[in-house]
C-alpha cells in the first residue's frame, strides 16, 4: 500500500511495481517505455480498466433508445510500471536521475512532452 499518493504500488502482469502514470494514451506509454527503458528500468505496461460509469437511463415512454445515442466506447488507456518499486517519478525528475538518449537531464518540460529537447539547466543551488 503507498503511503502517499506520490508512490503508488500496484501488481502489473503478476509483477509488484511502482506506478510511473495511469491512463496514458498509447503514444504517452511509449514515449514512457522508451526513456525509462534507456534509463535501465524495466518497463511494465498493461491496458488499463474501462472507466466506470453508471447505466444508462431507461426510456420513460417505453420507445426504443436510438441507436446514433448509446454511447462510446471508452478509450483505450494503459497503466505504465516500472519493476523498481523504489522508483518514485517526482524524485527522479527532480532528482535529475534521468536523462534523454542524447545524454541531457529529463526536466519537468520534456517528461510532460512539452518539450521535445530537454534544456538542461544548471540548479539554482549550483549557480555561482
Not at 13 to 27: F, I
Not at 110 to 121: A, I, L, N
Amino acid at each position: 500500500m503507498a503511503i502517499n499518493k506520490n508512490h503508488e504500488f500496484e501488481d502489473l502482469d503478476g509483477v509488484k511495481c511502482a506506478v510511473v502514470e495511469k491512463n496514458v494514451s498509447p503514444e504517452r506509454a511509449e514515449f514512457l517505455r522508451n526513456l525509462l527503458s534507456f534509463n535501465q528500468y524495466k518497463v511494465v505496461v498493461v491496458a488499463s480498466p474501462p472507466p466506470k460509469t453508471a447505466a444508462p437511463a431507461a426510456p420513460a415512454t417505453g420507445a426504443e433508445m436510438p441507436a446514433e445515442s448509446a454511447p462510446p466506447p471508452p478509450p483505450v488507456t494503459f497503466t505504465v510500471g516500472v519493476t523498481d518499486v523504489m522508483f518514485n517519478a517526482t524524485n527522479a525528475i527532480f532528482g535529475r536521475l534521468l536523462k534523454t538518449p542524447d545524454g541531457r537531464v529529463v526536466t519537468l518540460a520534456f517528461w510532460k512532452q512539452q518539450e521535445t529537447v530537454s534544456h538542461d539547466e544548471i540548479p539554482y543551488y549550483e549557480r555561482r
